[in-house]
């Protein structure tokens, strides 16, 4: 029997299978395009973009941790309009369709983006994320206030007609909260988890790093809180967090998530999101499942 994967992530946004790229951990896809056939993922999601271009923070940006990693890349990117004039037009003529991840540090900025972003040949969809400090909220994450997470995603809805993901932050008390911020707001689907709030630090200089934990240590978390927004929203979810197999795929799905998105698992691996996918194939026949929406709510 032939394996149904598509998924609808957004009214008019399908996807060919459930397996994505993370932001920020596959650039713009072209540098991945000597490793594997991108074309076959169910879709993309490239680095955080906003209105400027950004240098980002200085090096060290990343730390390795037990079962993960730290990063503080600060948003490192070309802008708005360099990705417009460059990588779309490279984008429209893939299959793969490419949601923008963007990042601002107003509610306007996301706005703008959005509009920037409406109607631009190559972009299928923007992706949200409010884990950016608010600088007019004496820079507390957008993310971690329901309030404002409702703001922005008000404020991209009304800027675009394209399908609008939001990213929730993990770093709050009761994720269900801006969950339901994020659906009143108009988000078509929400993605989670982003990083984790985390530091390290070395005994022998006392020297401290800070920044966001990613990898197979957060997996639990992001299980667990994908598990609870899907008990809280209406709109489809997509689990991200620590995924690194087919295995690990199949459990987010599981617990009720519509697509999963690979992460740091590409750093050690280029071609994880193909394995992530080829895994997930091997697991519905190993479980007889013959599509994928039987695994989907399939633990809950
Ligand atoms: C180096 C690095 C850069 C990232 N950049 C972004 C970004 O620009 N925008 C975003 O929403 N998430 C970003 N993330 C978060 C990932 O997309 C993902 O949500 C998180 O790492 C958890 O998934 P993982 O454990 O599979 O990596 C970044 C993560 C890493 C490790």
């Given at each position: 029997m032939p394996t149904t994967l598509s998924v609808t992530i957004a009214p008019n946004l399908v996807l060919c299978n459930p397996v994505m790229s993370a932001s920020g951990t596959f650039a713009y896809g072209v540098e991945y395009e000597p490793f594997f056939d991108i074309q076959r993922l169910g879709a993309m999601v490239c680095k955080g973009t906003t209105l400027e271009p950004r240098d980002g923070n200085p090096q060290p940006r990343t730390v390795e941790t037990a079962g993960g990693m730290l990063n503080?890349?600060?948003?490192?990117n070309m802008g708005v309009d360099r990705l417009v004039a460059d990588m779309a037009p490279i984008w429209a003529g893939w299959r793969l369709p490419v949601l923008v991840n963007i990042a601002g540090e107003r509610v306007e900025d996301y706005a703008r983006l959005a509009r920037r972003l409406d109607?631009?040949?190559?972009?299928a969809g923007i992706e949200v994320?409010?884990?950016?400090?608010?600088v007019s909220k004496g820079s507390m994450e957008f993310g971690t206030s329901a309030s404002a997470t409702q703001e922005v995603l008000r404020g991209v809805r009304g800027a675009t007609s394209l399908p609008v993901v939001a990213k929730l932050s993990p770093n709050v008390t009761d994720i269900t909260e801006t969950a339901r911020a994020a659906e009143a707001g108009g988000a078509d689907a929400i993605s989670l988890i982003n990083t984790i709030a985390g530091m390290d630090i070395d005994a022998g200089s006392g020297r401290v790093y800070m920044g966001g934990l990613s990898g197979p240590a957060v997996k639990p978390v992001a299980l667990r809180m994908v598990y609870r927004v899907v008990g809280a929203v209406q709109v489809p979810v997509i689990g991200c967090g620590g995924i690194a197999t087919g295995r690990d795929a199949a459990e987010f799905l599981m617990v009720g998530a519509t697509a999963v998105q690979v992460g740091t698992a590409n750093f050690a691996n280029p071609h994880a999101c193909l394995d992530v996918l080829e895994g997930l194939v091997a697991f519905m026949e190993e479980s007889g499942a013959e599509d994928v929406s039987q695994l989907m709510g399939a633990a809950r």
């Open positions: 503080s890349i600060g948003l490192q109607g631009v040949a190559g972009v994320n409010i884990s950016c400090p608010n």
